[in-house]
């Protein structure tokens, strides 16, 4: 049902988010009570249209919002009933395990939503809530009192559903999902094309790397030429190559990519078209039927599956064939190469999950890689798992340093798995040392803002005041006469900043993607706001940085971390800053600091790939 007529809106609150576009004719504040926004874009568009209005995260309770994190991980593990595998399962490989970290960042949104709505209708009962078409589908079950805003007051958000690549503040290029499939899909013909791989290599013990960037990982690929077994590389969601260096890296290298070709991947779209309907009509009936979800889904004594229900199974529905289709891709490879070993970056991606089940069930044996710095509070055990951090699945842990694997060692059963090998990655930038550049009178700001997998992460205010704190750091540097790269986190789900920040610091060279290396040797300082694996990456090159606490880091700072850098919080560190550029025997011994750390703390610095395909040989 739809609402139009401004006398019976008068006296309503308009619900907004950024599923929708108002339409900068529609004059809301004359027509309702109160306009409410339930997330940042839409807070920015009326902010920009000086629209006045309430932001959601006003009606949210402190001690709700300190628990929706833990709770939506233990929601996001609702199919782990063995009763449900017979609904779940395709080969063994189950649908809910697949999709549990998109459903995990759906559900945070969502409860926030939720929560929301309940006390509004708490404080104001008899109001009549006027939705945009996302949030009625959330609140249809909870209240009578509830509209559909009117069609020609809004237009529908088709930028929703795109991936922003932002490559600097002036350049940015917006790509749908099935437009990205399609360029991974040219990448693929291309390195098919360009890069020949039939080596003589003995394919008894051959290795396949899954989702693995060849310019990330040079140090693997070059080290390949000096590996007596095949290597492979099984990438189905990041492309092949991307770029001139990764195409000339995988080139150079003896690694084989894996193309699969268009004749099978018909026959497994087709085996997977047959097997939809039958999967979805289960998936319904169990939906219907299954009544222990009900008393499953419940947050602060109030249950919330009837609003829930449909938005799983749309997910769900969504992605069947797709998943059919990725299990029957990664069933062809395992049967063509026969790989001894799998190696992974991560537990949680689809392609990752799949072939880690997969392994298991051909005793393949399986390494998870690790990829990046770990938060190593106690109370961020069940979110590393969440995250894919942790080997839960994995036959072995290749650990980074000594701190990442007493990290690692927490978790049960997982000491005899780990083995420290040092970090691949921190190879690449440490070869490049000598290529360091002096005195350029360069600061690389790298921020990383409140995470998007945290509850943290969807709040109006906790952004807003992090792009003020970017903004105060930013005026500090550049007051010390210093040029400023700001460099954000690559997280496509991670918000960009707003156009008055852009306009702000119109001058400033503001990258979101791309490698960071030769930003780091262009540097003279590195600040760090937020925690950033890119600390150790500065460290190993002999940078000074500076760590700054921020509230929106949940889990802190790690100990390794405080223990190699200057570490300062926003108030001081304009005294700090000061002190580093001014005193030069303070800027060797922050130097010093992190050198030192990394020395006991890491081993194989430069030689990491070399000993991580020798330790593969004794498996």
């Known amino acids: 049902m739809e609402i139009s007529d401004n006398q019976k809106t008068r006296d309503s609150f308009l619900l907004i988010d950024s599923s929708v576009i108002p339409k900068k004719n529609s004059n809301f504040s004359k027509k309702y009570k109160k306009i409410i926004t339930f997330d940042l874009q839409s807070h920015r568009v009326l902010q920009m249209r000086s629209v006045k209005h309430h932001i959601s995260d006003e009606f949210l309770e402190e001690k709700e919002l300190a628990k929706i994190d833990a709770e939506c991980i233990h929601f996001s593990q609702w199919y782990l009933n063995e009763n449900y595998n017979e609904y779940l399962?395709?080969?063994?490989?189950?649908?809910?395990s697949l999709l549990k970290s998109d459903f995990n960042n759906f559900l945070i949104p969502f409860l926030r939503i939720f929560l929301s709505i309940k006390k509004i209708l708490e404080e104001f009962p008899n109001t009549t809530l006027v939705c945009v078409p996302h949030i009625y589908k959330i609140l249809n079950s909870l209240t009578n009192n509830l509209q559909v805003l009117d069609e020609n007051d809004f237009e529908k958000n088709i930028e929703i559903n795109k991936l922003q690549y932002k490559i600097t503040n002036s350049i940015s290029i917006d790509i749908s999902k099935n437009n990205f499939q399609k360029l991974r899909k040219i990448s693929d013909i291309i390195t098919k094309v360009l890069v020949k791989k039939d080596n003589k290599k003995n394919k008894e013990k051959g290795i396949a790397l899954i989702e693995f960037d060849p310019v990330k990982y040079e140090t693997i690929f070059t080290e390949s030429k000096q590996f007596q077994n095949k290597i492979f590389l099984y990438n189905r969601r990041r492309p092949l190559t991307y770029n001139r260096k990764s195409l000339k890296i995988l080139q150079e290298s003896d690694v084989i990519p894996y193309i699969i070709s268009n004749k099978l991947l018909k026959n497994n779209k087709?085996?997977?078209?047959?097997k939809v309907k039958e999967i979805s009509e289960k998936l319904n009936e169990f939906f219907e039927k299954e009544k222990k979800l009900e008393d499953f889904f419940i947050f602060s004594n109030q249950k919330f599956w009837d609003s829930l229900k449909p938005f799983l199974l749309e997910l769900l529905n969504e992605r069947i064939l797709d998943i059919i289709v990725e299990i029957e891709n990664s069933k062809t490879f395992l049967l063509e190469k026969n790989p001894s070993v799998i190696i992974v970056l991560s537990e949680n991606g689809i392609t990752e999950q799949i072939l880690l089940k997969l392994a298991k069930k051909s005793s393949i044996k399986t390494i998870?890689?690790?990829?990046?710095?770990?938060?190593?509070?106690?109370d961020a055990i069940n979110y590393n798992i969440s995250q894919g951090i942790f080997p839960v699945i994995s036959d072995k842990f290749f650990a980074w340093n000594n701190s990442s694997a007493e990290c690692v060692s927490n978790l049960n059963d997982s000491k005899e798995k780990i083995k420290i090998i040092g970090s691949p990655n921190i190879d690449r930038i440490f070869l490049q040392k000598n290529n360091n550049k002096k005195n350029t009178n360069k600061v690389l700001l790298l921020v990383t803002g409140p995470r998007n997998q945290q509850s943290i992460g969807h709040s109006i205010k906790e952004w807003e005041k992090y792009e003020k704190t970017v903004e105060n750091i930013s005026k500090i540097i550049i007051k010390q006469g210093m040029n400023l790269v700001i460099k954000q986190h690559p997280d496509i789900g991670e918000h960009n900043f707003s156009d008055k920040f852009f306009e702000k610091f119109s001058n400033i060279e503001i990258i979101k993607h791309g490698d960071v290396l030769d930003l780091l040797l262009e540097s003279q300082y590195v600040v760090s706001l937020g925690f950033s694996s890119t600390i150790l990456e500065a460290q190993v090159i002999e940078k000074p940085v500076i760590s700054l606490s921020v509230d929106h880091d949940v889990y802190g700072i790690p100990k390794s971390t405080k223990d190699s850098c200057l570490i300062?919080?926003?108030?001081?560190?304009?005294?700090?800053?000061?002190?580093?550029?001014?005193?030069?025997?303070?800027?060797?011994?922050?130097?010093?600091?992190?050198?030192?750390?990394l020395t006991v703390d890491f081993c194989n610095i430069g030689n990491s790939a070399k000993n991580i395909l020798k330790e593969i040989n004794k498996i």
């Open 270 to 274: 087709k085996c997977g078209e047959n």
């Open 568 to 597: 300062s919080d926003v108030k001081n560190f304009e005294e700090q800053f000061s002190y580093l550029v001014k005193d030069p025997e303070f800027y060797k011994k922050t130097i010093q600091k992190g050198t030192e750390r």
């Open 368 to 378: 998870l890689l690790q990829h990046g710095s770990m938060l190593d509070s106690h």
């Open 89 to 96: 399962c395709y080969d063994e490989v189950n649908f809910g």
